[in-house]
């Protein structure tokens, strides 16, 4: 298996512009995570989904931020527009069922928003 | 919400020295994991262990799940064993199912 995929690995914007990450996880996961890291906040879980299903959206900054995952293999987290304190390092992670057996991690989107 | 503590934040090793990371969490969990953060940014599972020991290579971790702290520990460590170290736990009973939360971590430099 490939592991969890991210695209792209990195990301420079203009301020207001939108952007959009993507993930594939892996194969027969069935939880899909993501992550957002910057050095003041540490890793916060921004949104994840069981079975393409958002369980849990309560870390989503604001409105300007959204996901989506329409099918099991693919996942996109979306910021329009984006704002200079946007700016981190996204990660992807996905699981097995009930997230037993450990998160496996995406390489992560490093976006700077100018 | 659950609250994760790790200690030391900062640890400086030289090559072949062992180490104790450990990681303190304020409620019951039922899923536990150690993480470590290369330099170039990846996140690697090292291991899920909600409970007990295990072992991998010169890695091993224990959780003692009813006094509420984990310990990784580094054997002979190696200068590619820098990085940070998180710990990241799930609240038995909690709600959302696949929360982790994940503490501050450990920045490990491991010196030649």
């Known amino acids: 298996d490939a592991g969890v995929i991210q695209s792209p690995r990195h990301e420079v914007t203009e301020m207001g512009q939108e952007v959009t990450l993507r993930c594939k996880p892996i194969s027969g996961h069935d939880y899909l995570f993501w992550y957002r890291q910057t050095m003041m906040r540490g890793l916060e879980l921004l949104i994840y989904?069981?079975?393409?299903?958002?369980?849990?959206d309560s870390g989503m900054p604001e409105d300007r931020f959204s996901a989506k995952m329409p099918n099991a293999s693919f996942s996109t987290l979306k910021i329009q527009p984006s704002e200079p304190r946007d700016s981190a390092v996204y990660f992807c992670?996905?699981?097995?069922?009930?997230?037993?057996?450990?998160?496996?991690f995406g390489s992560g989107t490093r976006l700077t928003v100018v | 919400g659950i609250q994760v503590e790790q200690s030391p934040p900062d640890l400086i090793l030289q090559e072949g020295a062992n180490s104790t990371l450990r990681c303190n969490f304020s409620d019951s969990v039922n899923n536990l994991q150690w993480f470590h953060q290369n330099p170039w940014g990846q996140l690697i599972n090292l291991f899920y262990i909600p409970s007990g020991t295990k072992q991998n290579g010169r890695l091993s971790a224990t959780t003692v799940a009813t006094e509420r702290y984990s310990l990784l520990y580094i054997s002979s460590s190696q200068t590619t064993d820098s990085g940070v170290y998180f710990c990241?736990?799930?609240?038995?009973?909690?709600?959302?199912?696949?929360?982790?939360?994940f503490g501050q971590g450990t920045t490990l430099q491991v010196k030649p």
């Open positions: 989904f069981n079975n393409n299903v958002p369980i849990d």
């Open positions: 990241a736990v799930r609240a038995r009973g909690s709600s959302n199912t696949g929360k982790l939360i």
């Open positions: 992670a996905s699981s097995a069922r009930e997230a037993r057996g450990g998160y496996t």
